[in-house]
């Protein structure tokens, strides 16, 4: 038996960033019950690989994920590449094995998710979809008071997903916008998050009203994509936006919760405003990932003339994960929920329990946005359909 | 030409006591250009209606609005009784040809509304629906802002309006929860004041999408008629709500901005929560009615390192309605909103200029309603209609 | 015995328009014993006392404070007339046997308070000092939380008032400016209300260390001013500022809490900035007037993982003076602590209980500011005196 | 010439970790002009050392502080120790030419400070003091902003710092309670903090009038030690505390700004609530720890209408170290500071830059909280002195 776990991941930029010094960090702030090695950085440009390896601590690098994920001697496959590559690499992975982190959007498609899910689900490796935000210390204090009942009964979740990168007409039409390789806009990349929380927090999700909507749908191409175009097409400087710019959703829960999901790249001034609300019977919760070492929570259990939001700072020793940090007060920012979300991944490797999200999970999430994009399209009501794995 | 208006209000609980105090207070802070005179007190329990008559100085009280409406040495009519009355007396007072000042929200249903502005629109009298939060100085300022351009291009408004007063089962079905009385729960209630809101600030709504739920389907009844219905059904002491208890729309306005509004009763620790979000391209603007003396202001032409949401507070004199009150600081109230309208109805009748909002825009807010509750019975995307007057 | 009160006030500025105001409503809004009569008003300028008497109501003017105190027909003598008034006027209201309300701060000195309880003293008359945040509910409802020991041992006041009005340096030599007039700056103006607040919350404050500021030593004289100074020495338009511009504070109380005081007219961005937290073995509280209805409240006893600063909207019909005025969530305003003033004084008249804050606490708190003069003067921690009465 | 800089940190506890992660992050996300290596950790306790050096890869540990500051291949010496060490260990690292950071606060006395001031500049190194707030993203836009003449003349500075770590009268007799062992209570902790952030941007202080107080006395031995007392004498299982448990002043800065300092470890609901407020004559910033991704901004300069304070999301790349981070609205934390912290003092060492905060700017601090002690002791305003190196 070995007492390391070696580490492949494909893509090398925002999350493989994100992903480097998670695994970095990880062992140096909790316990872990293994060693984690990160062995090959697996990317299609060798310059920025290189860079990226290096300053990452990657031991080599490759070019091909497929001669990466066959290998023997890798545990784990990191999926931190673009949507539209999910699928087939995942699929390899669990074919040859592997142990794979996802990052979300799951897929391009529902169809896609369940495929992959098969997949793992014949190969029983431990597989985690990259859903970081469950693991904000604050999100999972509200998953604990809501199993301890302090929500009561629950009557609605508000949550909305807001940024406003893309204000500019000027923006360029990069990867994000284009369906083919992103599957959806905001709709996938922001709303996959909120119902991931929505889902984990409230329950599973019955039918959904929908409507995407695109503001722009011209912009300039990136700039390595604009020679090409102009060759092909003289004059030619821009391209079609195929994805939406905003989605707006209206839900109903299994449990008779009503819900909502607003998700913009439109909302000037929001730059990572992930907000949710969840009002029950006996008390209410309010999370914002601007500020993340709070929760807020509302209890019809105080006194009558003492009841309020209470802004909870979530930097205690007795809060999710916090011990192993800093003291009271002494805040943590973003990169933290993927180090938490490493920490979990390799003790389910290792045995502890079931990983939470999953591609199961991953799988419910894109049937909820397969099934609001056609309600969108289609104009009514649509019950989210379950697939079985 | 008379030199003094003279009023007749029909009912006298919340609302009676909101007009009242703002006939009383209009003319001692604002500069109103006719005496106001508290003539007439409506209502159907004489000893409620003589003590309210009493206390808020009503010269005299009556029980028969027909007779009152129809009465030479009244001027104004003002509605403040339950929703279900408001038709036939507003259409009776215009008959008279009086101006009419009536409670949201208009009527229990677009066609009663039509019907109303016919009335209204035959009669020429002078005609206003009471959303009083276009009058809140931090509202009318973002109608400024927007109207100047600080915003751009609209792209969304969320709005949202939230309480709790029936989260407990054991409160009672009182009025606001039967359909024939209320025609609508929080979707009628609150909704109207945000739909309202959302075409004062972004502009007409065209389609919609809603669902409306319900968590509580029976209720005690309240003290009075339980004994009545004790008598009619032996044993019966509850009785269906026949209202929603809760409506979560998602909107497209014809300008291509995407929006929602939620309205529910059952938000717990939400008291008054009516909160609204517009974003542009050139800035965006939240407010908050609990806060409502602060306005929310973001603006991408700040420097790019000082961009942020600002909290304007809304008290200095060069903001709308704040010379007449108090120096910068000094917060005002929810009650002002109702001076507001009284000094702003008082110069229309007067011949300033048109009032709004007016009939008219209750019938397009009824037509909104109507159409997302039509929305929510079919599970389809409504467009709204609008009926020509 | 006669069945209502006659007013008398003195001062037809900013607070006769707030006193005014509440001398309406009072009656309105809550049962009073006995009725108002808003009888006589006094000032210096017959043109602009018309016009103030007019608007507000009153039954008649006069130029002669001394005649209308000496009437028989006055029971409640109103002193809302600058800082340097207020002692001779108090003692000639006492001596005729009047009840006395009397704005803040209390005199040019504690030497003037003194003879001023003296003289109500003698008089066994009712008398108030316009410390009328006493009557925010938050406030009301801090000073409750306090006395049920929800606080337990008292650590620390930090209280500041913060305001902004004369920043620009142009802002010309009002009477506030002029130590003859106004006695102090903030010092007298601002930190009366908080050195009255925390008398009220925490306790008598033992000794002091101050350091008084000005910077802005020269400023425009007044219009009506200029002219005059133009005429005694040519050329001359502007004069020197004799108060403070800014004053802050150390001090220890009686119980061995230690605070401070930070007033100033010179923090710009603050409106109205009256602000405080408490501290205390059990709990805390904060309270912010630019958001009167609301109270934070943190409280140690909560459960170790759910503890947080608590906003508490102060509009339940539980919270002080609240059952009198609106819904919960409907907000009130900085006028309504007016209000509750006259409703608790004529109560006070009526017999019920003594009146609070009354003359004998606003001599307290002149003790407390001219300590802190002295401090600033000479450099040290000065003990606080208390004159017996 | 070498081409990597070897550490040697004394100190393993909380401040030993937070300086490991930044020694092992500063050149993953930031581009360091040379290696770090982490030679040596050195401590008094041999198993707790040996667990730190194996978490945080330190090659190897070492007991005696005095050998490992001799040895030759050394080039930075980390003093993360407790207070009462600093001096001695800050003096022979100099005169064995070692680059110093120290942390903070600097000494026991400003006298100390001097006499390791005098050490660093006779060797000539770069020495630092751990004031790491500096290095927040928000501080140094606010130093910036301040640079760039956006506040205007400099008014105020109202700074406070409180924790409420040791309410709980159990807590126990930990060495930061001693006055041998620490100098200060919260006086010099927390105020240190305070007061170097005030100098960097308001500027130095003249005169100071402050009251430390204590409000427990006596507490239970920590367990170790109690032991051993309980040797030394039967049945005694407390000691004195001997620090002061808060610390409030008021100050004097040689450009007439007049400003205030609170810290206290009895604020109960306040873990590391280290918050300021700057006013000037054009705008005003203010700043809280516990939400450090943010700074409020109010500037005169804004349209009148459209004033407020402004939440800056200080997440942009165009944000002081954010570049290095991670995409708009994905904040970071407490442990981000010391990492730029350490950047920043290797480029020093590299010849950049002077550093700051230096062991010059510690000794001013230090004579402030110095000159403090003595003005509450003596009761009187203390012009504060300034030691020439």
Redesign the interface.
């Known amino acids: 038996m070995t007492d390391a776990l070696k580490i492949a991941i494909v893509g090398y930029k925002?999350m493989g960033k994100?992903h480097?010094?998670a695994y970095?960090?990880a062992g140096?702030f909790f316990e872990l019950p293994i060693e984690l090695v990160l062995q090959t950085a697996c990317g299609r440009h060798r310059d920025g690989l290189a860079e990226f390896a290096n300053?990452?601590?990657w031991r080599e690098t490759a070019t091909s994920w497929r001669e990466v994920v066959a290998r023997d001697d890798i545990d784990i496959v990191d999926i931190s590449s673009p949507t539209d590559t999910h699928r087939e690499i995942a699929i390899a992975a669990a074919e040859a094995g592997k142990h794979i982190l996802c990052e979300k959007p799951m897929s391009l498609s529902a169809a896609d998710a369940l495929s992959m899910c098969a997949a793992v689900k014949r190969a029983g490796v431990t597989h985690a979809i990259g859903h970081n935000y469950r693991r904000v210390p604050a999100i999972r204090?509200a998953k604990?008071?809501i199993e301890d009942g302090?929500l009561g009964e629950l009557?609605?979740w508000?949550g909305?997903y807001?940024?406003?990168?893309i204000?500019d007409p000027n923006f360029p039409l990069t990867w994000h916008l284009q369906q083919e390789r992103a599957g959806y806009g905001p709709h996938g990349d922001l709303n996959s998050h909120s119902v991931d929380l929505a889902r984990y927090l409230v329950g599973e999700i019955k039918s959904v009203?929908?409507?995407l909507?695109q503001?722009i749908d011209q912009r300039p191409l990136p700039d390595e994509e604009r020679e090409a175009a102009f060759a092909a097409a003289v004059g030619q400087g821009t391209g079609h936006v195929t994805v939406d710019d905003?989605s707006?959703?209206?839900v109903?829960f299994d449990n008779?919760a009503?819900?909502?999901f607003?998700a913009?790249r439109?909302?000037?001034?929001?730059?990572?405003?992930n907000y949710f609300?969840i009002?029950?019977?006996?008390?209410?919760l309010c999370f914002n990932?601007?500020?993340?070492?709070e929760?807020q929570?509302?209890s019809?259990e105080?006194p009558?003339?003492?009841?309020?939001?209470?802004?909870?700072?979530v930097?205690?020793s007795?809060?999710p994960y916090i011990a192993n940090w800093?003291?009271?007060?002494?805040?943590?920012?973003?990169?933290?929920t993927f180090i938490h979300q490493v920490v979990d991944f390799v003790r389910c490797i290792q045995g502890a329990t079931e990983m939470e999200p999953n591609f199961f999970d991953g799988l419910r999430t894109m049937e909820v946005l397969d099934a609001a994009a056609l309600?969108s399209r289609e104009?009514?009501?649509v019950d989210v359909p379950r697939a079985e794995v």
């Open positions: 925002f994100a480097s010094n970095h960090k140096r300053r990452w601590g204090l604990q008071m302090k009557y609605h508000r909305t807001l940024q406003d990168w204000v009203q929908c409507t909507t503001f905003a707006f959703m209206v109903e008779g009503l819900g909502s607003e913009s439109f909302a000037t001034g929001r730059k990572n405003y609300e009002y029950g019977s006996k008390g209410s990932l601007e500020r993340l070492n929760l929570f509302f019809r105080d009558p003339t003492a009841q309020g939001f209470k802004t909870i700072l930097t205690e007795s809060h800093w003291p009271p007060g002494h805040s943590i920012g973003y990169e933290h309600s104009g009514r009501r």
